[in-house]
């Protein structure tokens, strides 16, 4: 059964774990959505504890010297053990917990997956030049990160990356794309004439958002939207 908890940051380091794992997220973070729809996938225990980005404890240097958010704490027999990387943390996942496995079996479509997880960043970048100055630029950036994945669902013939049921690919690409629904807010109009240019990625959209694992993390495009006016008074970076 899926366990999780927030916690928020304090001056002191949490206790060592337990039995279940500690996920140490921002809040709204991206990467962190990406890990909590892989625990919740594979229906681990884990606690969330929530960082302020602005006002890191020191004792999460010691944990993660590089600062990276997200990081996963893992009990072992020989202590605590962390992982960061998102991605990487959600393969971990992946191979630790067998149920309901995310990755394909054949390794060709495995490393697609992967290859295509690693295309996806430029729509990540897409997004922050939007926030930044350039958004003719970043917009470009985005609609031609749609366009391969819009083919590449074309060539698959299914309804997901993963097949009938959302798989790592999957995952892995949704928190962005949950939080480009944000633009609805911004013009719905605008936003729902694109959707006849990628119609595999709008279905596909539409499925995830119906998905039980997807549903359990998601935020509402109005939230994302008060969320981002705000978000230079509380450093951008950790949100997009
Ligand atoms: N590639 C990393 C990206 C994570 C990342 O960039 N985290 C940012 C917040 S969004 C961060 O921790 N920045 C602080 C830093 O790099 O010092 C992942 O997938 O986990």
Same mark, same amino acid.
């Given at each position: ?88 943390i959600c393969d971990y996942l992946?191979?630790? %917990? ?36 350039? %958004? ?64 595999? %990625? ?22 994302? %939207? ?15």
């Amino acid at each position: 059964m899926s366990y999780y908890q927030h916690k928020t940051a304090g001056f002191n380091a949490p206790p060592p774990l337990n039995n279940q794992m500690r996920l140490y997220h921002v809040d709204m973070n991206p990467y962190g959505h990406r890990v909590m729809l892989i625990l919740e996938a594979k229906k681990a225990k884990y606690e969330v504890y929530q960082l302020d980005p602005l006002h890191l404890p020191e004792w999460f240097r010691e944990k993660n010297p590089r600062l990276k958010i997200p990081v996963l704490e893992i009990p072992t027999d020989q202590g605590d053990k962390y992982l960061f990387e998102s991605v990487v943390i959600c393969d971990y996942l992946d191979e630790r %917990f067998p149920r309901n496995p995310l990755h394909s079996k054949d390794p060709y479509v495995k490393a697609q997956d992967r290859l295509l997880i690693e295309r996806f960043n430029e729509l990540i970048k897409g997004s922050l030049e939007c926030f930044d100055t350039n %958004f003719a630029f970043g917009s470009e950036q985005i609609i031609q990160t749609l366009d391969v994945f819009e083919k590449e669902l074309a060539t698959r013939g299914t309804n997901y990356f993963g097949g009938n049921r959302p798989g790592m690919l999957d995952y892995m690409i949704w928190p962005w794309v949950e939080r480009l629904y944000l633009l609805r807010c911004v013009n719905e109009q605008k936003f729902d004439e694109k959707r006849p240019i990628f119609p595999n %990625f709008a279905d596909w959209g539409d499925q995830m958002q119906l998905d039980e694992v997807v549903k359990k993390h998601s935020r509402s495009p109005a939230e994302y %939207f008060d969320y981002y006016r705000n978000a230079r008074a509380h450093s951008m970076g950790y949100y997009l």
